[in-house]
């Protein structure tokens, strides 16, 4: 296994978790997911197991036969990044000014 923190191993352990429930919610076999995705049935295991060491893409693939696969690509968007974007209004200018010169011209025509 790889050096990872805990808090990761056990968010892909739940993701694996959640991929099988997901799977065998909708009676789909193991053996059926593997064939759909293009995949091994031994990978489909290692993904539902939280492997690690598999790759993004299988699990992408896995979440495009459940029909998640946007969940995959809003996994870091900026809408969830709740300490980037606070990090961002930390600097945000105190004022707007208009500038006093536009295109050669005063701002008091």
């Not at 352990?13 to 959640?18: A, F, I, Y």
Request: aromatic share 2%.
């Amino acid at each position: 296994m790889t050096n990872l923190p805990i808090p990761v191993i056990s968010a892909l352990r739940k993701l694996g978790q959640d991929i099988n429930d997901a799977r065998r919610r909708r009676r789909i076999t193991a053996q059926l997911m593997a064939e759909r995705a293009g995949l091994s049935r031994s990978t489909i295991g290692k993904i539902e197991k939280g492997d690690p060491t598999t790759s993004m893409g299988s699990y992408g693939a896995v979440l495009f036969v459940l029909g998640m696969e946007k969940r995959l690509s809003d996994l870091v968007d900026s809408i969830h990044d709740l300490v980037g974007r606070r990090l961002e209004d930390e600097n945000l200018p105190q004022r707007v000014r208009i500038p006093s010169k536009i295109n050669g011209k005063t701002n008091e025509q």
